[in-house]
């Protein structure tokens, strides 16, 4: 009942579906009716105009033709009395009661509907539109891609409608016509799977070698499309099993992909080369072990297959399987004897892919045979390196028994210790510098793994890379060493905003005042940024704010000229007593009242207001705030009366009521204004800065 109960929802749903697609195109039809007298105007239309006319009224039909017959198969599907209500007519009628503009188009619309019933099998509406005129041989552009040119019997086979398969043959349709890849109704059948579409075909003369354009056979689209039951068929039927794709893979290939160990002996047995090369140059044996064929690969190598092949891109089975992270076909590779010293042309190896995959048996397995454990890839990474960059410690480990070097360098200039570092992993950091990883090594950004592990910002490992600072700092670890950009640990640990590791750096006696070479101080990295915990930390453990960076602004300055409140707020009311100058002034002797100003950053200037910014300062060109906010008063004169306030709070809290009050004012008039269907003043007061963008409206109680 329940189930019956949705599909009259749906049916409902599909049944006005249709009526308002059938209201439409009525509308159109009338409206063709009432415009005759623009012909004239419509022949003169270009090709692709009505090219593109032709496709909205053939995608119409579509639409028409699956609500109708999605209502039709749910009546059929509830029985008597039907569920969705009996369409008015057939399809077929509706359709032959549309006008449409010439006879080209109607034509279109009728093949377009036909391939689609074709498609879903009905049967009623496929002998009506015949009667129509339909194309039995008629084309569609693809709706979905490989199947551009597809006729109404390929889409019959490739939707395995057996009785319209038989129904089109019988009126004529051309079985051996392919699509625009090349494709046949006998290639598709095969393809999905149909043993029974792909006998009628046969029955009715179908080329059982038929070739698309990337040179397959049914039977090689079969065992691509993993459809054993119309492989066997085929195969019983005396398919020619030498083809190959124009990619020179062959029916091993696939057979091999799909792990059909069986069918594999067939066709060695009957001569198929066992190195047969397909795409990227991988035999039979690669394509097993990258699918993880197990069985099928035993029976490979059971019938001689080379165990070392190469592929184009220097790769074995080994490598490919690591690769594929298909570990117990690596084992079963490496148990019967395979290469593992082959480096592929990006210059890895096996046991570089094994360490990445965390494999620490296989890893094991592989240095068993005195494989070098520092050979490296074409980056300059090693396994130890890769393995370190995962985070399987017990392969680090391993790899540094078997003399793994813990200090080698990549073309980064890193090392296996950065890569540990860089994702807080305590056992791979640990283990590393156990085995005396140096942990000053920069890379080429100047990074030392401090800086790595100190920049880690995720709260999950925040623990770990804790641990990881203060086990490098005990290992000879330079709290002061910087980067290219001259930044410290501490400075990058405050822009990533990790309190817990600022304050293990500060409690290890970091420079809390480093200057990069911008002079910029971790103080003014963490007020940029609204890092308002690390901030807060900084000032508790008096980290200098009135340093100057390198245009002589303070934190405060580059906090205002940011637009950061919270920032601002902080280092001029904390809980620690100290309180950045309010009217310190850099280089050209802005103060940062100016330069919140000159960005417009209104809830700053309250704060700076309120917390003693003097509006009278001139800067080095003669301009105070308050003669600068003269200048504009014509644009926004509400800056120049919030500056007049002096920072009193009773005045600026009555300023805010004022604004608030005109912009509920304007707002209310302007909605008037729409409901009369006049002009609202709005945009034109905009323009002349009366409504001022302060965040006003949703702050009724103008709170600073």
């Known amino acids: 009942a329940a189930g019956q109960g949705i599909m009259r929802l749906l049916s409902s749903f599909l049944v006005v579906s249709l009526a308002l697609s059938l209201c439409v195109l009525s509308d159109l039809a009338h409206a063709a009716d009432e415009n005759a007298a623009a012909t004239a105007e419509a022949v003169n239309k270009t090709q692709e105009q009505r090219a593109q006319e032709y496709k909205e009224q053939v995608n119409a039909i579509r639409v028409l033709y699956a609500a109708q017959h999605a209502v039709k198969t749910a009546n059929e599907s509830c029985g008597t009395p039907p569920c969705g209500g009996d369409p008015a007519e057939p399809f077929a009628a509706s359709l032959a009661n549309i006008t449409f503009d010439d006879d080209a188009a109607k034509k279109k619309a009728i093949d377009s509907a036909f391939i689609s019933v074709c498609a879903s099998g009905d049967m009623q509406e496929f002998n009506l539109l015949l009667a129509q005129g339909a194309d039995v041989n008629g084309r569609l552009d693809g709706q979905q891609e490989g199947s551009e040119g597809f006729t109404a019997l390929m889409w019959a086979a490739y939707g395995g409608q057996q009785d319209m398969v038989t129904a089109l043959i019988t009126k004529g349709a051309d079985i051996e016509a392919k699509s625009d890849r090349g494709y046949t109704a006998l290639i598709l059948a095969a393809t999905s799977g149909s043993v029974e579409l792909v006998q009628l075909l046969l029955d009715q003369g179908a080329d059982m070698e038929s070739k698309g354009d990337d040179g397959a056979t049914p039977l090689l689209h079969a065992a691509a499309s993993g459809q054993r039951k119309v492989v066997d068929f085929l195969l019983e039927k005396g398919a020619d099993i030498d083809v190959t794709h124009k990619d020179g893979g062959n029916l091993l290939t696939e057979f091999a992909g799909e792990g059909w160990e069986d069918l594999i002996k067939t066709l060695v047995d009957k001569g198929l080369d066992l190195e047969t090369k397909g795409k990227d140059g991988w035999t039979p044996l690669m394509v097993a072990a990258s699918s993880g064929h197990a069985k099928a690969v035993d029976q490979l190598l059971k019938l001689k297959a080379d165990i070392n092949a190469i592929g184009d891109n220097g790769e074995t089975p080994l490598i490919v399987a690591c690769a594929s992270s298909k570990k117990d076909v690596a084992k ?197 940024s609204g890092q308002l915990k690390v901030l807060d930390a900084l000032i508790k453990a008096k980290a200098d704010l009135e340093l100057r960076h390198k245009k002589g602004g303070t934190a405060l300055h580059v906090a205002s000229s940011s637009g950061q409140r919270g920032s601002v707020d902080l280092l001029l009311n904390n809980t620690h007593k100290v309180k950045a100058d309010v009217n310190a002034a850099d280089e050209d002797q802005d103060t940062p009242l100016h330069l919140a100003l000159y960005r417009g950053h209104y809830d700053v200037i309250i704060l700076l207001l309120r917390h003693g910014a003097d509006v009278n300062i001139q800067n080095k060109e003669g301009k105070s705030p308050l003669s600068w906010a003269e200048e504009r008063k014509e644009k926004d004169p509400h800056v120049l009366e919030l500056l007049q306030t002096g920072g009193d709070k009773d005045k600026i809290k009555e300023f805010l009521m004022k604004i608030l009050n005109v912009t509920r004012e304007e707002n209310a008039q302007e909605s008037a204004n729409a409901v009369e269907g006049g002009s609202s003043g709005t945009e034109e007061k905009k323009k002349l800065g009366r409504v001022p963008s302060m965040g006003l409206n949703n702050n009724p109680k103008g709170e600073l």
């Open 332 to 528: 079963q590779l490496i148990k019967a004897g395979a290469d593992v010293t082959v480096l592929h042309k990006k210059g890895g190896n096996a046991l570089i892919e094994a360490a990445g995959e965390g494999w620490n048996d296989v890893v094991g397995d592989i240095l068993k045979k005195k494989v070098d454990p520092n050979v490296q890839d074409e980056n300059g990474f090693d396994a130890l390196m890769v393995a370190a960059a995962g985070g399987h410690s017990d392969v680090v480990t391993t790899l540094l028994k078997n003399k793994a070097d813990p200090n080698h360098i990549n073309k980064a200039s890193g090392t296996a210790l950065h890569e540990a570092a860089a994702i807080a992993n305590y056992k791979s950091v640990d283990q590393l510098l156990r085995w005396k990883a140096d942990p000053n090594v920069a890379n080429q950004k100047g990074h030392t793994a401090l800086m790595m592990a100190a920049a880690t910002g995720s709260s999950t490992n925040e623990k770990d890379a804790i641990s990881i600072v203060k086990l490098l700092v005990s290992k000879g670890a330079n709290l002061e060493a910087v980067d290219e950009d001259g930044r410290t640990a501490l400075f990058l640990t405050a822009m990533a905003g990790n309190v817990p590791v600022v304050e293990t750096l500060i409690g290890l006696k970091a420079n809390k005042n480093a200057q990069d070479k911008l002079l910029m101080t971790p103080v003014m990295a963490a007020a940029a």
